[in-house]
């Protein structure tokens, strides 16, 4: 019997983003094939030097993207938990992005639909490029019980917390 | 068109405030490839015939920041600016790491080239196709951080109004200059990401003196659609595998060389030079590994290396100060060569070079050439307006970097650069000082020095390099080697990382220029008909040189005095560099590059190439 597919969750560790970019690299080849860093589903926010990490969806326990959509175009995969755009039918009103408590959609900078982490159906290209190198930002783990909304910050505070870590008391000034 | 390029490169007159776009044929682009090749290209074409007369702080130079068909490809991307260079009257390929090639080349555009002069400071915003010279009074005068910290600011702010339903905008990557190329120093450099500089060259006073504050680009395209995507694909996974395996760099970036490089290989700068070996475990990797890195990994995109950390001073009197590792060029510069051997002193000077835009190898060598003045008593006190400029006080030698950048008292002299500061302050002491400038073609030589011969330099290195002291583009036989010049030329001129091309097979980065552009390309064809019309062209300009300075071929294609002294000190005791070698050695390399017997690029060569314009400028020569 083939076994179902349980929900998963990228847990994550923004103290150890390099800045690289891979994610971004892995994330826009998979699913643009090409290197297209602004139509990647995760991007690396750099507002302050030293404090990257990349911004992604935190598959939100309550998801409330789904539920502002007033076209109903976003879903919730029952396989991995991931929030599934219908891309042909998505207006591009940007209401899901005022719904996440981390702004994290965007959209598509050529295409009329929004971008939203997929989780590659299971199998995150990110999370494989960025623990190939061994940063380990990134960590495939099931999908539990838990407050993942905590994750889906805006990215000034992610930025503010980071510089707070790294720099000290000046350093939320940079932001 | 070649595959891999945006297609177009941008222009801007800020005298006019006009812009428009540029294209250049396929001959050109297969010929001269990008970044430095094609800078080259472009300012021998556009200034070549007054190359003399033009003088690099003045409208007349064209600025160039230029990315290569492999820039967001090739793993570590890279940019690289240019134009006539303040330092060697000549051009430098200087390159910077960071994201801002790649958003250049996702707005659509391979290259920035910048003429005039705008009356007022500015900065240029580009946001894929639109392009707005901007007012950037509110930042004139301020340093990296705040420049930064304004700019990334009000340029979201923007984007946010111009595209409400986009949803977060991300910061645009940006070039900027601190306070020391506003004012002109000729050791200014047009930074990037706090801590990032292209410093070669003088690049910064050219973009102060045309009042360009900072550049900022947001590109929301794909990068330029390449030939073969699936092996572009491939190379870079053999390439990044090769890198997981390489601790040293990974790990340590090039922060051990602080230590190692003086204590092993007896080739660091310690006290301006007079030695190059120390055994100071006080500036063991691991005290900074252990005392001062808040972050072991810190890449530019797509870099497996992470050479980069980040690094904050906890305590003690320099707390709070901010920057890369340092990597080894400042971690030499700003710690031994001033005699300064703890982390948190040498961060803080890194913090202080940072914060002003000055380049931290070249001011470090200014700063020390005064330091050793002032232990010969030289210069005093009094001509130092007061500073008591001893070995290892990383104060005084802040303050001293101060006044350079702001041209304060005796800063104005040495922000001259160490050759010029010689020239004038020998005048005004009335002996010679250039014994003590370790420099060549008015550009300090790096962190590497050649009497133990244990280094990666060879001894005519720096002596018959294009770019001078660069340590990064040092000359070498045979041409079509590891250690040529010409390999360098291709690395920045693709533009990308050299620090990603060690340990790959031998012509992987032809293997990646095909795969990017379509187009094959043989290790033989590079040296002998492309890359060797890079280095003729920058032989030529250099030569050329003025209007303030000109060098004397062959006479001046020389080490610097002090690399004939013995060493003082450590296993290689008594080492010096054989005056004799270099002569035959350097005869070999003229010979091998096509040059005359004095160093000018002889007629056969430039005709088979054909260079005929150089060669007629090259005619008119002094021999």
Redesign the interface.
Known sequence: MKKKKEPIWIAREFTKCSGCRKCEIACSLFHERRIWPEASRVRVFMLVPGAEFPHLCAQCENYPCVKACPTNVLSVSEHTGAVLVDNKACTACGKCINACPGRIPHMHPTEKHILICDLCGGNPQCVRVCREGGWNVFKKVARREQTYSLYARKPEEVTQDLCAKFYGEKGEEFV | MIKGYAGKFLEVNLSTGKTKEVRFDDETLRDYMGGRGLAAKILWDRLGRKWEEVEPLSPENVLLFLTGPLT??YPGARICVSGKSPQSNGVVGSTVGG?FG?ELR?AGYDGIIVTGQSEKPVYLFIKDADVEIRDASKVWGKDA?QT??LL?REC?ELLRKRY?????W??PAMLYIGPAGENLVRTAVVAA???HAAGYGGYGAVMGSKRLKAIAAK?????P?VAN?KKV?RLIQEL?DGV?ENELW?RWGTGSGGYETGAKTSSEPVRNWQDEWHDEKSFGVDKFENRVW??Q????????T?CLK?S?V?TGKFK?A?TDNPDYELQAYLGPNLGIFTPEGNVYMASVIDDLGLCGIQTGNVLGFAAELYQRKILTEDDLDGLKLKWGDAEAFGALAKKIAYREGIGDLLSEGTYRAALKLGKMKKMDLLPYAVQSKGISIGAHGIRSGKDYPDIISYACSVQGGDHTSTAGLPLDGGGSELMEIFNDSGVYCNFNGFGVRRNFRFEFYRAVTGLPLTRKEWCSRRAIKTLQLQRAMLLLGGPDLKWIPKADDVNPPRFYEPLPSGPYKGKTTDKAAVKEKTKDYYRAVGWDANGIPATKTLKRLGLDDVDAAMRKLPT
Do not use: H, Q
């Open positions: 967001g490809y994201e790649v996702c951080k930064m910290t990334t979201r409400p339903l986009f949803g977060e991300r910061e990401k706090w801590a590109g929301t395209g794909p990068l659609e995507m694909e990044c997981y990974r808040v972050k990994c810190w890449s530019d995109f797509g870099c497996p992470n980040l904050v906890r709070g901010i």
